[in-house]
């Protein structure tokens, strides 16, 4: 079912504030932070990069000082689970990461654990779903199922009728221009941690 929608829009000048300013909870969890990331494109193996990246951002602390999160295409299949899933699905998503010295063959054959992004990478086979998705008639949008089902899914960010947001001020926002299209239950917002996903 297609939803139609009311956006507000904002006229962007050189002086203008960006909007996310206007939220009391975004200024609180970016204040004192100063940086911002992006990851680029290239498919699983730039998913493969962005996962590292993350881990290594994370377990250094350093990724307390960032404040925005800008990824394309492969980085953003990592970075919008990292961004959307709980605490408790934080450990899991990581998979087995090893020290250098402790990978062996026998390690690298061995299969990732199941439900972390490790696991989504190596089992994509994207190419395979898109064709099944096309004769599925999931037509245009087959891109955008296997990337769900693939990447979303093991973290159940999934749902067709899920839209995501930063925190529960910008969800009852939305909901107050949408009344009868869209509930607070419609969305899932930001772990309340996390940075500001563009």
């Known amino acids: 079912m297609t939803k139609q929608l009311k956006a507000v829009t904002y006229r962007m000048t050189n002086t203008s504030p960006y909007p996310e300013t206007t939220l009391?909870?975004?200024n609180t969890r970016s204040k004192n932070k100063e940086l911002g990331i992006t990851f680029s494109g290239g498919g699983t193996r730039s998913a493969c990069c962005t996962l590292g990246q993350l881990?290594?951002?994370?377990?250094?602390?350093?990724?307390?000082?960032?404040?925005?999160i800008s990824s394309v295409s492969?980085?953003?299949?990592?970075?919008?689970?990292?961004?959307?899933?709980?605490?408790?699905?934080?450990?899991?998503f990581w998979g087995e990461i090893l020290p250098p010295e402790d990978i062996t063959l026998e390690k690298i054959e061995s299969p990732a654990p199941l439900h972390s992004l490790q696991y989504s990478i190596t089992h994509s086979a994207v190419v395979g779903?898109?064709?099944?998705?096309?004769?599925?008639?999931?037509?245009d949008e087959s891109f955008a199922h296997v990337l769900s089902q693939v990447f979303l899914k093991p973290f159940k960010l999934d749902s067709a009728d899920q839209?995501?947001?930063?925190?529960?001020?910008?969800v009852e926002s939305a909901c107050a221009i949408n009344p009868q299209t869209l509930t607070p239950e419609d969305f899932v917002t930001?772990?309340?941690?996390?940075?500001f996903s563009l």
Request: proline letters at 2%; glycine letters at 10%; charged letters at 25%.
């Open 24 to 26: 009391a909870s975004f």
């Open 55 to 68: 881990k290594a951002l994370h377990d250094s602390g350093l990724i307390n000082k960032v404040k925005y």
């Open 74 to 92: 492969g980085g953003a299949w990592a970075a919008i689970p990292y961004t959307f899933i709980s605490e408790m699905q934080l450990e899991r």
């Open 129 to 139: 779903r898109l064709i099944k998705a096309g004769f599925q008639g999931y037509g």
């Open 163 to 170: 839209s995501f947001s930063f925190d529960k001020a910008s």
């Open 190 to 195: 930001s772990r309340e941690d996390s940075l």
